[in-house]
Structure formats: C-alpha cells, structure tokens
C-alpha cells in the first residue's frame, strides 16, 4: 500500500515546499527572509505561505528524516551526553532537555517547565524508549541526573567531569542562533515542535566539514541534500 501524497493539494511545487521548510529551518532566518530569497529567486510567495509549509510540513520531513536514521544508528547507544539548556517563553524560564551521542547526533530535544527528578525522569525515558539504552551517560553535576538515573538502575553508567559533556554544550549553538532570529518563542508546543525539527535537519546537514577533505565533504552533502529533495515521496 502506498503512502498518500503530502503534496496532492498544493498548487505550487514540492520543490519550492521543500525548499522554504529546509531555508527557514536549517538556516537563521526569518520568514520574511525566506520570502525574499524566493523572490530573488523568481519564486513569488508570502512569508504566511512559507509559515504554513513549515509547520505542515517540517514535523513530516523531521520524522521520516529520524526513522531512516535510527534504523541505520546502532553506534549511538555507545555514549550519550545529556544537558539542559534555559529558554524563555513570554518571559518565563523555561528547560530544553537534549541527549546527544558521541558523533554530535541530537537524538531528543525535550521541554519542560521545571528542571528537577521528575523532568530528568521522563525526559531519560523518552529517549530510551527511542534510541534503546546507552553504556555511558555523560552529564553535569545537575542531581536530577543522578537521581533520574539511580530510580531506574542506571546510576553506574553516569560519568561527570569537567570538559567531558562539551560535546553537549557546542550543540546548542546552531539551535541558540536560530532561537534569536525567531525572536524567542510565545508557547511551549511551538518550541518542542520547532526543537525536534530543527534537531533532525541538523543532523541531516551537519557533515563535521573539519573532519573530512574537501572531496568527502561535498560527497556527503550532496548526499544530504539528495536525501532531502526525496522527502515526502510516496
């Protein structure tokens, strides 16, 4: 049986959707940026044309995008960094929760409103219950972890450190760049639904670029972007 088409009743083409949706997402722009982008382009949109594709289609993309790469992610489940990072919402402290593996893949962003056990708890089993169970947690002195991880057995496998959850810290940036051109978020659903969209094109299109030679980098991203022109195909 094959999937319906997500473009069936659209007028404009799943090139320029898809297009709009990775601009807006991979990159720190706002939607009237986009829009003028396409216009310099020849492609004549509203910036409400790129907000609607957006959220119609970037959770789409973001979950086909996540269930290619869990499958083929077995490495992942050797180490994982866990931090939290502040984010506001009209005014109030709000917590982004995200696990990241060796490699710098996000593998779950996470919002809560409070960062204690019960938050650690549930954001720990969310994830596991995703990507299986990892031999390391790396963490900060946070105690949410250690308790989170000792009610459900896993208090041995925690390591802290000071330097050994860069990996985490240096993944916030991109999604600390692209917060501040959407000036900030209005409510918690929007910033889960944009933090797990932009989490799975940012590993898509994250080629580590200083690790490889200028031949594999643009190898691999033009493999990312042919991956990405497939999205949404029956």
């Known amino acids: 049986m094959t999937k319906p088409d997500p473009f069936r009743y659209f007028k404009t083409s799943r090139e320029i959707i898809r297009l709009a949706v990775m601009m807006y997402v991979r990159f720190p722009l706002s939607l009237r940026n986009v829009e003028d982008l396409l216009h310099e382009r020849g492609i004549d949109v509203s910036h409400e044309a790129v907000r609607f594709w957006w959220h119609r289609f970037g959770p789409l ?4 995008i996540r269930k290619r790469r869990i499958a083929s992610m077995k ?18 402290k709000h917590y982004l929760w995200r696990a990241v593996d060796h490699e710098g893949e ?3 962003s996470f919002v809560t409103k409070r960062r204690d056990k019960k938050a650690a708890l ?14 390391e947690f790396v963490t900060d002195l946070l105690r949410s972890y250690s308790a989170a991880l000792k009610d459900i057995g896993l208090a041995n496998r925690q390591e802290t450190g000071r330097w050994l959850n860069n990996r985490a810290e240096n993944s916030h940036l991109p999604f600390r760049r692209r917060e ?6 209005r409510r918690m ?9 932009h989490a ?6 994250n080629s580590e670029r200083s690790l490889y030679s200028r031949p594999n980098f643009k190898l691999k991203r033009a493999a990312a972007l042919a991956e990405w022109r497939g999205l949404g195909t029956a």
């Open 180 to 185: 501040r051109a959407m000036l900030r978020f």
């Open 61 to 64: 993309f973001a979950a086909e």
């Open 75 to 92: 490495s992942s489940r050797w180490r994982w960094h866990l931090d939290e990072m502040f984010v506001k919402i009209n005014g109030e």
């Open 106 to 108: 996000v593998l779950e």
């Open 200 to 205: 799975s094109v940012y590993n898509l299109f």
């Open 122 to 135: 549930k954001f720990l089993k969310k994830a596991m219950r995703k990507h299986g169970c990892p031999e």
């Open 189 to 197: 659903r929007s910033l889960q639904k944009f933090a797990s969209v």
